[in-house]
């Protein structure tokens, strides 16, 4: 059963998407918990394959026995065992969370909330199990357009936002696609580990660089990547709570993955930094979405689009990283997919009980926030000074290891860009957390909730209030466990030529 | 001296004890004020005494180590106790006792509000003091130095005012930004050019230099370290601590005083000693170039002192001035120095914080703020003001009180480094430290109360009525002004101590 795990991760939440429908239609309530309990299980099949991988090294799952440059195979190493825990760990703690938000915002549309939510989980394990660049492309077009359902079914601009979105996603999804034709026609193979070996003879073919070309800009247009960022933050914000949380936190980090596989193992590491200089672009560019990002969050009042605009620089830290080329560069980027992951979700979750409880987001409503709510603005407060990078939250550990990673090769505008976007967050969340503790002037009308006079404490209900106290505590623990993390996963994950 | 290592989790539960202090403060709130009161004072005696426990096997020559946990390479939460650590540890819990009585009478007495915010808050930051005092790496030092600044904003901000609240962010915006844009890549330039955060007695650069690290890099971290501890308030980024005085008194005197700037100095100390180490300073000639930038600084704040009228803002700015004197003796890198700059630390601290307790007295009692409006409180207020007297006496370092220790001994630090220019600026600060002290003693003892509209009937009650501030404030502030004294008297403790440092750094007994 257990060596089965790599595909049963995929087949458990895609059937359960579809035997949601039919749960549905006989008990409504029963969705949520169907839902739970497929996640949990892909949870505990996403840990089992991990600690598969961490003991016995690469699994290679072989669809339908067929062997790979023919068949699809599923290829788990390092890095996508731990993507896989980490996606499914959020996406199960997110579908939780959902319950009360979803009946709050959607209430007409329950089962199929579910059922496209699954849809997006089954995308986006695919996208990280699989070992064929087709195949990817397949599930990269399932997670999308769940992705597009989920959040067009928002506030009342969330349709345009995801049209925008669609738009865009599907440029990028085409320009993909595109990249694999060319892979195609040149090599014959659309196994990634088969691809990897016949590349190296064709690297000054125009063919090929062009399909790198393609597949890069296409993957930077799905993680949003500056300047392909412009459709994130409308489509963010105006998506239910729930969708926010969940895509916020794992969407972009997905697609880091994918331009890491494409850039280390599809094309030899040497060929993106030396043949072409990708990375040298990448760095760069990647300092300009560091400072865009937290330049355009300061100037916003409505919380998600703030933190929305957060993750344009948060993956900018992540390319940084990668764009270094060097081993602590590296560790740093991938131990930021994990800890971004929780600080957004984290953060979401909580702007989005925030929102349940109060009806608002704008930050000038937050006056004393604090006495009202004092878990989940607790929780918020951990997540924010994690983005800044305070001691002792995960944030610190991941942005040592890049600054670092910035120094070793000498790249003092990277490393320099890296401290003052930090400052840049401080004041970001100073904003927001003086307000909520400290905000003294009432704000007028209906959606004032703070004031100064006495404030019942309302929390959010426990099913919201949980999640994000796990996200809070892994924001604290992960911190402290993150040399442990590194030295039993992280370190395998980086290419040997680093 | 034979150093020994002891392994004991008494560091951690001097840091703790304050922790669960703040979280039971937390949980009692405002329904039992004299219970939530008792944590306080309890953590606070509980943590002295084991600080206590510890002076003497660090008097015998051990260190004490405590690993909290290892988190990754060059990242580990651990402690080690050396002369340096516990003089500062055991300076800052013993006037937390004092402080506690002090604030608790001084809160009532103003009835504040956000008591419980208050206590919670005092609580944490003296945990994160001495976390900082314990620190055996500047990773541990950094955690508890961003600690103290998040714990400490919401008392600048206290009072909530507006003008708190402006007061409060450009605390935060000096302190935190520039620890994370200056203190934090230097720590990171450290770490990549001799891969290891550990304090080491003969500073972790000395065996590095030439290889691969070049004097220039070393020149920028150096002076990336002094710009990022902004905390030890050096120019130009002095301006948060005046800033910070809107805070309550209390604060003020202690963490204003004590525990929030001599951590900055105190780091300084640490980089400067520990981290460059004095060889290699001397060599780059980086000491001298501190050295004068410290003078400066004394001069400059002393003089900003003289025209400052709001009694809180003079000793704010003297605090500015006296801060430098410990850099300026580190800086001068020779044993007296040294040991008059770790005198300094705790000399200051007791002279100033009685300055401080002084004028939340006046302010609690008489609701005065201003020094023009002092004259004749002295016979209102005979305690106090004698109290203060001795606490101006100390820092202009006159004997018998404790401040002149410091400077005889960074006199001699000066002769000692051949920097006669320094015993010019050691002359020029202390009499301007006369010229705006002794005005305030002055006007309290010597002249009449002149503003009084009742000027006939306040004949009779000049003479007769002596109201003081609650006895839990006077009582605090006697203490600490004989505290004062007896440390002129009786310094042995803390100057076997600081000779202990400058022993263990220079190699000269």
Redesign the interface.
């Known amino acids: 059963m257990i060596q089965h795990a790599p595909v049963l991760i995929i087949i458990i939440p895609l059937l359960a998407a579809l035997m949601n429908l039919i749960v549905g239609l006989w008990r409504k309530r029963l969705c949520y918990l169907f839902t739970v309990a497929a996640l949990g299980t892909c949870v505990f099949l996403s840990v089992a394959i991990l600690d598969i991988v961490a003991g016995h090294g690469t699994i290679t799952y072989k669809l339908g026995g067929w062997p790979p440059p023919w068949g699809i195979a599923y290829v788990i190493d390092h890095l996508n065992a731990f993507m896989l825990v980490i996606v499914s760990f959020i996406s199960l703690v997110v579908a939780v969370y959902s319950k009360v938000s979803i009946e709050k915002e959607l209430p007409e549309k329950i089962i199929q909330f579910y059922t496209l939510f699954l849809l997006l989980v089954t995308g986006l394990l695919g996208i990280l199990a699989t070992g064929d660049v087709f195949n990817l492309f397949v599930f990269l077009e399932i997670a999308s357009l769940a992705g597009y359902a989920l959040i067009a079914v928002g506030d009342d601009r969330a349709p345009l936002a995801s049209f925008n979105y669609v738009i865009m996603g599907t440029i990028g999804a085409c320009f993909y696609l595109l990249g694999v034709g060319y892979l195609y026609i040149a090599t014959g193979s659309l196994n990634m580990a088969d691809l990897s070996q016949l590349l190296p003879e064709l690297y000054d073919s125009r063919v090929v660089l062009g399909a790198f070309a393609f597949l890069m800009v296409g993957v930077a247009i799905k993680m949003a990547f500056f300047p392909l960022h412009k459709w994130l933050p409308d489509a963010y914000t105006h998506a239910p709570s729930a969708v926010s949380a969940f895509i916020a936190s794992t969407m972009t980090k997905v697609g880091a993955y994918v331009m890491i596989r494409i850039m280390f193992t599809v094309f030899k590491p040497y060929f993106s930094i030396e043949v072409i200089p990708v990375t040298a672009i990448l760095g760069w560019l990647a300092v300009a979405a560091m400072l865009y990002g937290c330049i355009r969050a300061i100037a916003q009042t409505d919380v998600k689009r703030m933190l929305s605009y957060i993750i344009i620089a948060e993956v900018g830290y992540i390319v940084m990283g990668v764009s270094v080329g060097n081993r602590m560069g590296f560790t740093g980027a991938i131990l930021h997919i994990l800890n971004d992951a929780f600080m957004m979700a984290c953060l979401f979750l909580a702007a989005g009980a925030i929102e349940y409880k109060t009806g608002t987001r704008n930050v000038h409503n937050f006056s004393n926030l604090y006495k009202k709510m004092p878990v989940t603005t607790a929780a918020f407060t951990v997540g924010g ?1 994690s983005i ?5 939250t995960c944030g610190f ?1 991941s942005k ?1 290891y890049l ?2 990673g910035a ?2 090769s000498q790249q003092w505008v990277f ?2 860009t890296l ?2 976007s ?2 840049l967050m ?1 004041v970001i969340f ?1 904003k927001v957390l ?1 307000n909520i ?2 905000g ?1 002037q009432p704000v007028s009308g209906a959606h004032s909730i703070g004031g100064n006079g006495a404030v019942v404490m309302d929390e959010a209900p426990l099913s919201m209030l949980f999640p994000i106290c796990i996200m809070a505590v892994g924001i604290l623990s992960l ?5 442990k993390i ?1 030295s039993s996963v992280i370190q395998f994950t980086v290419p040997g030529s680093f | 001296m034979e150093t020994a290592v002891i392994y004991s989790i008494k560091p951690l539960l001097a840091i703790g004890v304050s922790l669960i202090a703040a979280l039971l403060i937390f949980l009692t709130g405002e329904r039992s004020r004299n219970l939530r009161e008792s944590w306080t004072i309890l953590a606070s005696v509980i943590k002295f005494t084991i600080i206590a426990s510890m002076v003497p096997s660090i008097l015998a020559g051990n260190v004490i180590e405590y690993t909290v ?5 060059g ?1 580990s ?1 651990q402690f080690r106790v050396d002369a340096l650590g516990i003089f500062f540890a055991i300076t800052a819990s013993f006037l937390w006792i004092i402080t506690s009585f002090y604030s608790i009478g001084y809160v009532r007495s103003l009835k504040e509000h956000a008591q419980t915010r208050y206590f919670i808050c005092f609580a944490i930051a003296l945990s994160a003091t001495m976390g900082v005092a314990f620190s055996a790496n500047l ?1 541990t030092t ?2 508890f130095y ?1 600690i103290i600044t ?1 714990s400490t904003y ?1 008392l600048v ?1 206290h009072k ?1 005012t507006p003008e708190a ?1 402006k007061g409060a ?1 450009k605390y ?1 915006t000096y302190l ?2 520039t620890s ?2 200056f203190q ?2 230097a720590i ?2 450290t ?2 050019a001799a891969g290891t955060l550990d304090y080491s007695y003969h500073g972790i650069f000395n065996s590095v230099r030439g290889h691969g690290v070049s004097d220039t890099f070393l020149i920028i971290t150096f002076i990336l370290f002094m710009a990022g501890i902004t905390k030890a308030a050096m120019m130009p980024f002095h301006s948060w601590l005046p800033a910070a005085m809107v805070a309550p008194t209390p604060v003020s005197a202690l963490l204003h005083a004590v525990a929030v700037v001599k951590t900055g100095v105190f780091v300084v100390v640490k980089v400067v000693l520990h981290i460059f180490g004095i060889n290699l300073l001397s060599q780059l000639g980086l000491g001298t170039a501190l050295a004068y930038f410290a003078s400066f600084t004394i001069i400059v704040a002393s003089i900003i002192a003289l025209r400052q009228d709001n009694l809180k803002a003079r000793l704010a700015y003297s605090t500015v001035s006296q801060l430098s004197y410990v850099i300026l003796g580190v800086a001068l890198l020779t044993p007296s120095g040294i040991t008059g700059s770790i005198m300094q630390i705790v000399l200051h601290a007791f002279g100033k914080i009685t300055l401080f307790f002084a004028a939340g007295a006046i302010y609690v009692t008489a609701h005065k703020t201003r020094v023009s409006e002092l004259d004749g409180i002295g016979k209102q207020m005979p305690f106090t003001m004698a109290a203060f007297t001795a606490g101006a006496i100390s820092m202009i370092g006159i004997p018998p009180l404790g401040g002149f220790l410091s400077k005889w001994f960074l006199g001699i630090g000066a002769i000692e480094a051949g920097q006669i220019p320094i015993i010019i600026v050691l002359a020029t600060s202390t009499i301007l430290n006369a010229c705006y002290f002794l005005p305030i003693v002055h006007r309290a003892f010597l002249k009449e109360a002149t503003d009084s509209t009742d000027k006939n009937s306040s004949l009779v009650t000049r003479y007769s009525s002596i109201k003081e501030a609650p006895a839990l404030m006077v009582g605090a502030l006697v203490l600490t002004a004989s505290g004062a004294v007896a440390l002129f008297f009786k310094p042995s403790l803390f100057l076997d101590l600081a000779r202990m440092v400058a022993a263990s750094v220079t190699g000269v007994n």
């Open positions: 000074l800044v990078g305070i001691p002792p550990f040592w600054v670092l120094i070793d490393a320099g401290l003052f930090s400052l401080a100073f003086v503790y400290f003294s911190g402290f466990f993150s040399g590194i | 946990i290892s988190i990754a390479p990242l939460l990773f950094f955690l961003e998040l919401p901000a909530e609240m962010r935060i935190l930004g994370i844009a934090l890549f990171f330039l770490y990549s």
